[in-house]
C-alpha cells in the first residue's frame, strides 16, 4: 500500500513538481480566473451599455441648442419666409442623409411649403407633410453637422394664423434616416404674429349704451383689424364722425325730446394698444 500511495504522488507531480508548486499553481490560476471576471464585467456593461443605446436611441436624445424662428413678415394671414435656427446637441450629429422636423401650431398653413435654402446644410432636400410637421429629408445631402454646430433652414409658402399673439414658438427635431430621434423635439424661443391694420371700431359709452340726458359721459374707441385682432399699429390722434338716425325719444310719449348728437367729430388718441 505505501508503494502504491508514492507511485501515485511521482504520477500526479511530473518533472519534479512538489506540493507546494501544485498550490502555487493553483493560486495562479485563481488570479487569473478573478482578473478574468474582472475585465469581463466591465465590458459585458459597456456592450450592453451599447446596445441598449443603439435599440433605443429616443431615450437617450438631448435637446437642440438656442432654437430661434423668423418670419420675414409677421402680420396675420400674410404668406411668408420663415427661418430657423438651431444647434446640435453636444451628443448629437446632422448625418448627410439625416431629417429634421418642424412642427408649426395650430393655425398655421404650411400645405404650400418650400425648401428655400440653408447656409449650413449642402445638398438637396425634399419635403414631407404631415398635419402641423414639415419634414425636411436630405437625399442629396453632402455634409456633416457635427456635436454643438449651427444649423438653418429657410422655408417660404407659410401662411400666418388669424390670432395674433407674443407667444408663438415651433418644434424642432433632428433625426436620422431611419427615423431614429437624434436631438430633440426642442421647442423655439417664443416669436410674434403681429395684428393687420385697422378695419373697425368698437364704441363702448360709459353706462354700456344707457346715458342720461344732458349728462356727460365718456367713450371708449377700440380699433380692431378684419379678423378681430387689437390694431396695435392703429397709433396716434384720429378724428371720429358720430352721426345720428333718432326721430323720436326711446322713452315714447308726448312731449319728449327728440334725442340729438351735440358733437358731431370726436378727438380720439390711441395709445398703440388698440383702445383711444
Given amino acids: 500500500m505505501q508503494v502504491g ?27 487569473i480566473n478573478r482578473t478574468g471576471r474582472n475585465v469581463f464585467l466591465p465590458g459585458a456593461l459597456f456592450l450592453f451599455l451599447t446596445f441598449l443605446f443603439l435599440s433605443n436611441q429616443n431615450a437617450f436624445s438631448l435637446p437642440l441648442g438656442n432654437v430661434t424662428v423668423t418670419p420675414t413678415n409677421s402680420e396675420v394671414v400674410n404668406t411668408t419666409i420663415y427661418t430657423v435656427n438651431f444647434d446640435v446637441s453636444g451628443t448629437g450629429v446632422i448625418n448627410a442623409d439625416s431629417k429634421i422636423l418642424v412642427a408649426f401650431p395650430a393655425g398655421f398653413d404650411i400645405s404650400g411649403i418650400v425648401f428655400v435654402s440653408s447656409t449650413t446644410m449642402t445638398g438637396t432636400f425634399s419635403i414631407g407633410i404631415s398635419g402641423q410637421t414639415v419634414t425636411f429629408s436630405r437625399p442629396g445631402g453632402v455634409n ?7 444649423a438653418d433652414l429657410t422655408f417660404a409658402n407659410v401662411v400666418n394664423p388669424t390670432t ?25 424661443a417664443n416669436f410674434t404674429i403681429t395684428p393687420g391694420p385697422a378695419d373697425y371700431f368698437d364704441v363702448v359709452t360709459q353706462n354700456g349704451g344707457v346715458e342720461g340726458a344732458d349728462t356727460a359721459f365718456t367713450l371708449t374707441v377700440s380699433a380692431y383689424d378684419e379678423y378681430g385682432n387689437a390694431a396695435s399699429g392703429y397709433v396716434g390722434a384720429h378724428t371720429i364722425d358720430f352721426t345720428s338716425t333718432a326721430t323720436v325719444s326711446p322713452g315714447g310719449g308726448s312731449g319728449l325730446t327728440v334725442p340729438t348728437v351735440p358733437v358731431q367729430e370726436v378727438g380720439v388718441v390711441f395709445d398703440g394698444s388698440g383702445v383711444g
Fill in 5 to 31: 500511495i508514492k507511485k501515485t504522488l511521482f504520477l500526479c507531480f511530473p518533472f519534479g513538481m512538489s506540493i507546494a508548486d501544485e498550490r502555487q499553481g493553483e493560486m495562479r490560476k485563481s488570479e
Fill in 144 to 150: 456633416f453637422i457635427f456635436s454643438w454646430d449651427p
Fill in 164 to 188: 395674433s399673439g407674443t407667444a408663438y414658438t415651433v418644434s424642432v427635431e433632428t433625426t436620422t434616416n431611419a427615423d431614429v430621434r437624434i436631438d430633440g423635439p426642442t421647442a423655439s
